[in-house]
């Protein structure tokens, strides 16, 4: 298991100390936790705890991994839904909030949180208390991104926080916009590389997945996935 000696990417926004990140350098943490949750997707398992704390970095900070998958769970097939309520109150998806069936599409939207902490430095939706908390994630207000940014970028933010599942993108979708092109591109002659060096993979902590499809695995090991 390869040691994420960056921390995780709560510690690098923290860091920043107010200082707005480069859109290079949002646009490169951000595809690579795309890469990660496509390949999770693809396998057909859901996160559900996609946040900034479970996004660990190595590579001075630069390269980032998708990791604890705790409470992730494998579907049956891409059309199915999950029902049990879980996850992070600040992450959580409109769907989740209201005890609604939910599927891949909620991992969808914790990924817009993470966006828009990195563009922001701070929580999209926040409340002083959790009924407040969750009435704004439910109604999907939020301060815009600051226009700092380009069209895109803000853009894709506002996309990833629609409330309605049905018209969030999925993330092969989310991967396929020009501009995020050239990041993607160097981040798959990576993986291709990692592919000929390790074993093909879904989840090295993985130990087991019982019959509702629940995956037991240690919670606090940062996991590496790998393409194909």
Not at 44 to 60: E, Y
Not at 189 to 205: D, E, K, S
Request: some cysteine; overall charge positive.
């Amino acid at each position: 298991m390869e040691f994420c000696d960056g921390g995780d990417l709560l510690k690098k926004i923290n860091m920043q100390r107010g200082v707005p990140f480069r859109e290079d350098e949002i646009l490169d943490l951000f595809v690579q936790i795309c890469l990660g949750l496509k390949h999770i997707h693809d396998k057909k398992v859901l996160h559900r705890d996609i946040k900034c704390q479970n996004i660990f970095l190595t590579n001075g900070g630069m390269k980032a991994k998708l990791g604890d998958f705790g409470i992730a769970r494998m579907l049956n097939n891409s059309m199915d839904l999950a029902r049990t309520c879980v996850g992070t109150p600040y992450y959580l998806s409109p769907e989740i909030c209201e005890s609604r069936p939910y599927n891949n599409k909620t991992d969808v939207w914790s990924l817009g949180c993470v966006l828009y902490e990195l563009c922001t430095l701070r929580h999209p939706f926040e409340g002083s208390s959790l009924r407040q908390l969750l009435g704004k994630i439910c109604r999907g207000r939020y301060a815009p991104v600051p226009t700092r940014y380009t069209h895109e970028l803000r853009l894709l933010v506002n996309q990833l926080f629609k409330v309605n599942p049905r018209d969030r993108p999925s993330i092969s979708s989310v991967l396929q916009r020009p501009f995020l092109q050239k990041h993607i591109s160097k981040h798959q002659q990576v993986l291709t590389l990692q592919a000929l060096f390790y074993p093909l993979c879904v989840l090295l902590t993985m130990t087991k997945v019982d019959k509702g499809g629940k995956i037991s695995c240690n919670p606090w090991t940062p996991v590496k996935i790998t393409n194909h």
